[in-house]
């Protein structure tokens, strides 16, 4: 995992922003913002909630706990009728690891299918 000071870096200039873009939006200054991408100083969690809302990622990815990017509305988000995102995820986590496998193999199938 990487550390959260990487991350925010890693998200601020995937968008092409500023340092100074950020900080304005957090409500701080550039410097500060920059101790947080250095690792100075620690996030604070009002911070952290901002950046995850504005990146569209969980909280948990900024804080290096995930590789996943997937945001709460992103987990929320309707693929089908009532059955969101985070109910799939769900599902497939209750399978048992055999069943996990035999889902990922049909995922893999239907993707390479022309």
């Given amino acids: ?24 939006l957090i409500g701080t200054t550039q410097q500060q913002y920059s101790k947080y991408e ?8 009002r911070v952290l909630i901002i950046l ?6 969980s909280t948990d990815y900024i804080l290096g706990r995930t590789y996943c990017r ?11 009728a ?3 995102t985070g109910n799939i995820i769900s599902d497939i986590l209750s399978l048992n690891s055999e069943r996990r496998a035999a889902v990922i193999d049909y995922i893999s199938f239907q993707k390479n299918k022309k």
Avoid: C, H, W
């Fill in 82 to 84: 009532e059955y969101t």
């Fill in 52 to 57: 995850a809302n504005f990146y569209e990622v």
């Fill in 1 to 24: 995992m990487y550390r959260i000071s990487e991350i925010i870096r890693g998200l601020r200039e995937d968008k092409d922003l500023k340092q100074a873009d950020i900080a304005k």
């Fill in 70 to 80: 997937e945001s709460v509305a992103g987990l929320n988000k309707k693929v089908i």
């Fill in 38 to 45: 250095t690792g100075d100083s620690d996030l604070p969690v």
